[in-house]
């Protein structure tokens, strides 16, 4: 069972960067894919990027290909999203989640439904 605790969160300027991490307490952390999903204000959740258990293969959203970048240390049981060029539309809660239904699989989840346990979400401001 994984155990998920973001970091990293803030208020920044349109165009600056911010590195959202997430730590996994479980132990069980390698074999799972992992996602970053986000709740813009008054918003669906959606997915915003998605890695496999080994990094092998990565999923973005339209709106941040280009500038988000998801990367896991499976050492230390932590997912990264290192989000560069950020406008006001990408102010949300960010939530850091595991598809802990599925075993070393090929592909992560593109869909919110996918991911069965969430951290707690840490808040993203980005000011124009």
């Known amino acids: 069972q994984v155990q998920l605790v973001e970091s990293g969160g803030g208020l920044v300027q349109a165009g600056g960067s911010l590195r959202l991490s997430c730590a996994d307490s479980g132990g069980t952390f390698s074999n799972f894919a992992m996602g970053w999903l986000r709740q813009p204000p008054g918003k669906e959740f959606e997915v915003v990027a998605g890695i496999t258990w080994n990094g092998g293969n990565t999923y973005y959203a339209d709106s941040v290909k280009g500038r988000f970048t998801i990367s896991r240390d499976n050492v230390k049981n932590t997912v990264y999203l290192q989000m560069n060029s950020l406008q006001p539309e990408d102010t949300a809660v960010y939530y850091c989640?595991?598809?802990?239904?599925?075993?070393?699989?090929?592909?992560?989840?593109?869909?919110?439904?996918?991911?069965?346990?969430w951290g707690q979400g840490t808040q993203v401001t980005v000011s124009s």
């Open positions: 989640a595991a598809d802990g239904r599925t075993m070393f699989p090929g592909w992560a989840p593109t869909r919110v439904d996918g991911y069965n346990n």
